[in-house]
């Protein structure tokens, strides 16, 4: 059973910064992807940022410069780094991880950014 948890999110001003981490366990085989994903309220998921095996990241326009996601091998951890945030930015950050066995979420960090 694989699992996901991700951690970092709070209320922050706008212009500030936040790092997301996300630590995915259990029996993780052949992974083929992962990403970052929010959710803001009255709106449909959408993605952040994500990269498939054997290919760089890829960031959506709004974020472009913004956030940027790393891993740390050692430590089997994604991390997404967001700066200069916004208050469009204002959502739940979820934490996806796509290997051989299939999709897996997380529960969901919280990101508020105050005008």
């Known amino acids: 059973q694989v699992q996901v948890v991700e951690s970092g999110g709070g209320l922050v001003q706008a212009g500030g910064s936040l790092r997301l981490s996300c630590a995915p366990s259990?029996?993780?085989?052949?992974?083929?992807?992962m990403g970052w994903y929010r959710q803001a309220p009255g709106k449909q998921r959408e993605v952040v940022a994500a990269?498939?095996?054997?290919?760089?990241?890829e960031y959506a326009d709004s974020v472009k410069d913004r956030f940027t996601m790393f891993g740390d091998n050692a430590k089997n951890m994604l991390y997404l780094q967001m700066n200069s945030l916004k208050p469009e930015d204002t959502a739940v950050y979820y934490c996806?991880?796509?290997?051989?066995?299939?999709?897996?979420w997380g529960q969901g960090t919280q990101v508020t950014v105050s005008s």
């Open positions: 996806n991880l796509n290997d051989d066995s299939g999709d897996y």
């Open positions: 990269i498939t095996a054997g290919e760089g990241p």
């Open positions: 259990g029996s993780i085989f052949g992974i083929r992807g």
